[in-house]
């Protein structure tokens, strides 16, 4: 299984916390409406079977043994992804927001970019986000639009398409703080320098439960993230070693 090249074209990795009332919908309409691509679930120290759920579904499953975050989970994920030879990978919510139907687009549009984001805002889908959580998103997306040379709505958005090159990057360095996870990993890419671009999609409710994630925190997130961001363009990045990130992959694969 473990090899140099790229054999497989692509990977959608799921994170997962307690989903499992949403968790088997979404790999059925991964597995119906983006056919090109493998389920991978990683099952995040659940303790409602969502693990069980998704393989019955037909995903594969990695269990970690205890809680590491959304951000543990897709360097988890993306690891994987690497090993097992995918040419891209797309990470895509267990709560059922993000349309299955979209992940082709996102994958196609890696033709000229490193990293896809699946973008509200840009013309398509409706999603109420109001008051200072918007003005926050806006900034940001101002902040990193300029970063990153083009323009880009939705950069919470957690639904993203990655091409190996980004994958390498992000096996390593993928923040775990809440919504750093989208947020800091586009400024990493930027430092990087990754080409990200994005492509219109409509968001959905979540089809159970509520966000793990209060509106006051991720209010709260946002400002300190708007700060943050603004610190991170003048603090020194480790420059040489993301540059090394690819050839310690290489060796790596190489063993
Ligand atoms: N692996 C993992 N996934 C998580 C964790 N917390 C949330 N998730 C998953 O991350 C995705 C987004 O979480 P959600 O609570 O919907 O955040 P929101 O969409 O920003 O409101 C969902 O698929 C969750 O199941 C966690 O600690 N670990
Ligand atoms: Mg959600």
């Given amino acids: 299984m473990t090899g140099p090249g790229v054999q497989r074209s692509a990977l959608a990795i799921v994170p997962a916390l307690n989903e499992r009332r949403s968790v088997g919908l979404v790999v059925q309409s991964l597995l119906r409406d983006a056919p090109s691509v493998d389920v991978l679930v990683v099952d995040d120290g659940s303790t409602d079977g969502t693990g069980a759920v998704a393989a019955a579904a037909g995903a594969l499953v990695l269990t970690l043994p205890y809680n590491l975050g959304v951000g543990g989970a897709m360097r988890a994920g993306f690891k994987y992804a690497l090993r097992s030879g995918y040419a891209a990978a797309v990470q895509v919510d267990a709560d059922g927001q993000h349309d299955a139907a979209a ?88 430092r990087a320098g990754l080409k990200v671009a994005q492509v219109p999609v409509v968001m959905k409710p979540r089809l159970h439960g509520t966000s793990t994630q209060g509106t006051l925190r991720s209010t709260l997130y946002l400002g300190r993230a708007s700060i943050a961001l603004s610190l991170a363009f003048i603090r020194r990045w480790p420059h040489d070693e993301v540059a090394d990130v690819n050839s310690h992959e290489a060796r790596q694969e190489a063993r």
């Fill in 103 to 190: 992940v082709p687009a996102l994958l196609s549009a890696l033709a000229s970019a490193d990293i896809v984001i699946g973008a509200r805002f840009a013309g398509e889908g409706e999603y109420a986000v109001t008051g200072m959580r918007r003005g926050a998103m806006r900034l940001l997306a101002a902040t990193l639009s300029r970063a990153l040379r083009t323009e880009l709505t939705d950069v919470t958005s957690g639904f993203r398409a990655c091409n190996r090159e980004a994958m390498t990057l992000f096996a390593r360095h993928y923040p775990v703080e809440y919504l750093g996870d989208t947020v800091e990993a586009l400024l990493i890419a930027s």
